[in-house]
């Protein structure tokens, strides 16, 4: 095991320490110092910005994005070695909520945004025609006029939902999906693992939220901000949970796609009956 004398700075073997004096310096080191495992002094300075109280919640917010966005593995790693004296997952938590309501409701917002324009320019191509015929059931290459209204009323109806419902669905969404990895991650551990609290969990889900952020950027945004969303969900079930690569692959990607089809069922029938209920002549 390495460590760092505190006279000379040189790094040594504490194995090899003997009478607990320096091998280079020959200073005294303490029974503590002599034994315990190196820490790593770069990573002293490196604890959540959201955690802390002497800087503004601006800060906080915007700091702990770009910490957790440019260096996760660093991020990780602090909170894994501070995690016997973990503070309260509350201020975790709120970071989680207050980017998935800015992604989710931002990305709404785009989705409007493009429902409320005409699928004919959308639509100009004699392939996309073709296809989206074939997709409405019609052998034409031409779309029925009454077709293209009810999708694009159908929708503009779920892009409102989403919008609406943005801070609902981030309050339960974290949790649904710490309440996963905590429970699949703990069933694909190994017998010698320990597994972490829950409020540990919901931590470092939450933090690992941060690149949904780009969900803001309209079209390509949603697909980067799930993606490396879902990396980070990844690397935080391999370093708290200690499971493999491959396991936690697997649990991020049926959560993810269990909740997907959870919620896409849920607002495509919620849609359905607000579309019926006030736009009865599209049906």
């Known amino acids: 095991m390495l460590d760092q004398c505190p006279h000379c700075e040189t790094t040594y073997v504490t194995t090899k320490v003997q009478a607990g004096c320096c091998p280079m310096c020959g200073e005294l080191l303490s029974a503590e110092k002599a034994t315990s495992p190196k820490e790593n002094r770069d990573l002293g300075d490196f604890g959540p910005l959201m955690?802390?109280?002497?800087?503004?919640?601006?800060?906080?917010?915007?700091?702990?994005?770009?910490?957790?966005i440019l260096r996760p593995t660093r991020f990780f790693e602090h909170m894994?070695?501070?995690?016997?004296?973990?503070?309260?997952?509350?201020?975790?938590?709120?970071?989680?909520?207050?980017?998935?309501?800015?992604?989710?409701?931002?990305s709404a917002f785009w989705l409007i945004s493009l429902a409320g324009q005409s699928l004919d320019t959308i639509?100009?191509?004699?392939?996309?025609?073709?296809?989206?015929?074939?997709?409405?059931?019609?052998?034409?290459?031409?779309?029925?006029?009454?077709?293209?209204?009810?999708?694009?009323?159908?929708?503009?109806?779920?892009?409102h939902l989403e919008?609406?419902?943005?801070?609902?669905?981030?309050f339960f969404a974290i949790h649904l999906i710490a309440g996963s990895c905590h429970f699949l991650g703990r069933s694909m551990q190994g017998p010698e693992a320990e597994?972490?609290?829950?409020?540990?969990?919901?931590?470092?889900?939450?933090?690992?939220?941060?690149?949904?952020?780009?969900?803001?950027?309209?079209?390509?945004?949603?697909?980067?901000?799930?993606g490396w969303t879902g990396?980070?969900?990844?690397?935080?079930?391999?370093?708290f949970h200690?499971?493999?690569?491959?396991?936690?692959?697997?649990?991020?990607?049926?959560?993810?796609?269990?909740?997907?089809?959870?919620?896409?069922?849920?607002?495509?029938?919620?849609?359905?009956?607000i579309l019926l209920t006030f736009f009865p002549h599209l049906s």
């Open 51 to 68: 955690e802390l109280d002497n800087i503004g919640s601006i800060a906080r917010f915007w700091g702990t994005l770009a910490q957790v």
């Open 80 to 106: 894994a070695a501070h995690q016997e004296k973990a503070p309260s997952s509350n201020k975790a938590f709120i970071f989680g909520v207050w980017v998935l309501f800015l992604g989710q409701s931002i």
């Open 123 to 159: 639509f100009q191509g004699s392939k996309e025609n073709a296809l989206l015929g074939a997709l409405l059931g019609n052998g034409e290459s031409q779309p029925n006029p009454e077709d293209l209204s009810y999708l694009i009323h159908l929708a503009t109806v779920q892009a």
């Open 163 to 170: 919008f609406i419902l943005a801070p609902l669905i981030a």
């Open 195 to 226: 597994s972490p609290p829950y409020d540990l969990t919901l931590r470092w889900v939450a933090y690992a939220q941060a690149p949904f952020i780009f969900a803001t950027i309209p079209t390509l945004g949603l697909l980067l901000a799930t």
């Open 231 to 239: 990396v980070l969900l990844i690397r935080g079930l391999v370093r």
């Open 242 to 273: 200690q499971i493999s690569f491959a396991r936690a692959m697997v649990t991020v990607l049926s959560t993810g796609m269990l909740l997907k089809i959870l919620w896409s069922s849920a607002l495509h029938r919620v849609s359905l009956y």
